[in-house]
């Protein structure tokens, strides 16, 4: 990120850097901000040749970010998750260009425990990151999360999807990322004819598993239909779907620290199995706090304690559900995004401005 001008200016020039091949490129170009690839690779739990392959990228992702921080000159860089921060984070301490690096999960990963060794500070989702990163450099932010969902309303979402007019119904949601969460979707495609019964169900299937679960869908009856609305993607209107749920069923990525608790979403949260521990530990964290439950990948399909059972029970307990969504308002942070901008300004020696917080 570079900032120009005075202090009190409303110019901010940004530079979004990332991975070659990921996702984020059309991401990042769609809201306006420059992009730039290098090239970057994983080394954790790799077998030995993909090891040396993917540390050769990172030489030449360092390579090309001392190149770059050599010519845009940032007053300060963010850096987050993925390998592909750590060759900038080095590239901007050897330029003495000051870095903040934010955790959004519990626990941080080995590129996140590199990346925090030459940062100024440490910026976390949440005070439970407190015993994995230096005192002197933690400060607790919140999670950033998008001004639609500080907006957004129960019944402007459900006016969104077209069931304001079941202001008492019960809503549940189902969504694994871009590309879905198979296990997920499919135990949710086996169990959908009972799920209906207690709730209309929204589901966001990804775009792996979509044809699956539309041929799924076929295969119900015309009302059941009427009660299933699925879809492989949404971007704008996920947070109106979210919005509108009473409960959601959906992996414990970094997102679920700071979209759910902002909207006081309570959840059923699957821990993707092959995510080392992350995942698990955010779960635990909401989990600890009376604000989700916790199901293991394996359990989907288990008949008394699996997903129907434990979807069925929630939504009867009306109690329950309730407290768990006032538990889940309580962690919640609605100005994640201008806190993160006031750190980086901090520590570019800058006074906040108001165009960050208005981007925020």
């Known amino acids: 990120m570079k900032a120009e001008g005075s202090p009190q200016s409303s110019t901010l020039d940004a530079l979004f850097v990332g991975g070659e091949t990921g996702m984020e490129h059309e991401l990042v170009t769609r809201e306006g901000v420059k992009f730039i690839g290098i090239q970057a690779g994983g080394l954790h739990g790799l077998g030995v040749a993909q090891k040396v392959r993917n540390t050769l990228r990172l030489f030449s992702g360092f390579v ?82 998008r001004e639609v969902f500080r907006s957004i309303t129960r019944q402007s979402g459900r006016a969104k999807f077209g069931i304001a007019d079941h202001p008492d119904q019960n809503v549940l949601l189902f969504f ?31 775009s792996g598993d979509w044809d699956e679960v539309r041929q799924a869908r076929e295969k119900l009856s015309a009302e059941q239909q009427a009660r299933y609305l699925a879809f492989p993607y949404l971007h704008e209107e996920m947070a109106s779907a979210m919005a509108a749920a009473d409960l959601v069923i959906c992996r414990s990525g970094a997102s679920s620290l700071g979209e759910l608790p902002v909207l006081g979403l309570p959840a059923v949260l699957v821990p993707y199995p092959h995510a080392w521990r992350y995942q698990k530990v955010n779960a635990e964290y909401l989990v600890g706090r009376k604000a989700a439950v916790m199901l293991e990948d394996a359990q989907l399909s288990q008949p008394d304690r699996g997903l129907v059972a434990t979807v069925a029970a929630l939504l009867s307990d009306t109690v329950k559900l309730r407290d768990m969504r006032h538990a889940m308002q309580k962690l919640g942070h609605q100005d994640g995004a201008a806190k993160i901008a006031d750190v980086l300004c901090s520590v570019a020696n800058k006074a906040p401005r108001n165009d960050l917080h208005n981007r925020a």
Do not use: C
Request: hydrophobic share 50%; no cysteine.
């Open 64 to 145: 090309s970010a001392m190149r770059i921080i050599g010519q845009y000159r940032p007053d300060a860089v963010l850096l987050t998750g993925g390998f592909v921060g750590v060759p900038v984070s080095l590239a901007a301490w050897l330029h003495r260009v000051p870095s903040v690096v934010f955790l959004p999960d519990v626990e941080p990963g080995l590129a996140l425990k590199v990346m925090a060794r030459f940062a100024s500070k440490i910026a976390t989702t949440t005070e439970a990151s407190a015993a994995y990163v230096a005192a002197a450099k933690h400060v607790v932010t919140g999670y950033p999360v």
């Open 176 to 206: 694994g990322g871009s590309k879905g969460a198979r296990s997920i979707n499919r135990a949710a495609s086996a169990g959908m004819a009972q799920l209906l019964d207690h709730a209309i169900v929204i589901h966001v299937t990804g």
